[in-house]
């Protein structure tokens, strides 16, 4: 399913993303849009420029410290303590940027969410959710149980401001068409909406292009679902959305769609994003067009 983004460059209509930025900020956009704007620059270099609590939604998906190759400016092979010692440096500054009801989305590996949430905690943030997201095709760790979801943090500064709820699709057989649960007897009481999401993700598309399938490819990209999700629930149009690492673009190219404002932040190898924007393709899964049963 591709659809059609329409992105404005009329100069008298461009986002306005010095009313968010402290007055001596010198760092030039790459890219700026009637949304948003995108900054090719280390996060850190960018994040303390922000004024504070400006931003309603911030949703961070790190490099994992896993020794994958994105290029020279990205060091993804750091000792345990310089990893998390980087992460608590870029963390703090978005809980300063962070609105009063704004909510923070980290995604990254259990083993380092585990840990950086209580940093989060430490920060002043509340913990509202867990979310399991379930990876398919993952490999299999010698001593070690088969490893099958990612973790996607969800805190907010205070009670959330906005919060939707959202709903998924009865699930179907693919097949016959027909429902497949009868959930207790109670299927005629249900909202004809859907059922209310979970926080377990057992339903997201896996993303599956040449780009991203290399050990060495230089940007890490996200399935739209995801972002469609987390936008939708914790903000409303009109709202300001940050991304310090921006990977292929998902984030802004999901708040181009959803008429969301946004920052964006990559240090490296822009040309990516600006071409999936500028090109006007979006491959876009929302919320309710897919299901894995």
């Not at 190759?69 to 998390?84: F, H, I």
């Not at 097949?175 to 909406?193: F, Q, S, V």
């Not at 181009?256 to 990559?266: A, D, Q, V, Y």
Request: aromatic share 12%.
């Amino acid at each position: 399913m591709i659809n059609q983004l329409s992105i404005c460059f009329d100069e008298n209509k461009k986002f306005p993303y010095t009313n968010y930025t402290r007055n001596d900020f010198n760092i030039h956009p790459c890219l700026v849009t009637s949304q948003g704007a995108l900054f090719e620059e280390d996060c850190l270099k960018v994040l303390p420029d922000i004024e504070n609590e400006s931003i309603d939604l911030i949703f961070a998906d790190p490099p994992f410290n896993l020794g994958k190759e994105y290029g020279r400016k990205c060091n993804d092979s750091m000792n345990d303590q310089l990893y998390l010692e980087w992460c608590i440096s870029w963390i703090e500054e978005c809980c300063r940027i962070l609105k009063t009801g704004g909510s923070f989305f980290l995604y990254n590996l259990p083993k380092w969410n585990i840990l950086l949430g209580s940093h989060l905690i430490h920060c002043g943030l509340d913990f509202r959710h867990w979310i399991t997201i379930n990876i398919k095709l993952g490999l299999p760790i010698p001593g070690r149980l088969y490893p099958s979801h990612y973790s996607l943090l969800y805190y907010s500064k205070g009670k959330p401001k906005t919060f939707h709820k959202i709903r998924t699709p009865i699930a179907t057989c693919r097949h016959c068409g027909g429902e497949i649960k009868d959930y207790g007897g109670h299927r005629k009481a249900m909202n004809p909406l859907g059922v209310n999401l979970t926080d377990v993700w057992n339903d997201i598309p896996p993303v599956r292009h040449w780009k991203f399938k290399s050990k060495k490819r230089k940007t890490n990209q996200l399935s739209t679902k995801i972002l469609d999700r987390v936008i939708e629930m914790s903000t409303k149009p009109g709202d300001l959305v940050l991304d310090p690492f921006g990977g292929s673009g998902t984030t802004y190219a999901v708040c181009e769609k959803r008429n969301r404002h946004w920052i964006g932040i990559e240090i490296q190898n822009c040309d990516v994003i600006v071409e999936r924007l500028t090109q006007g393709n979006l491959h876009y899964h929302k919320n309710d067009d897919y299901f894995e049963g």
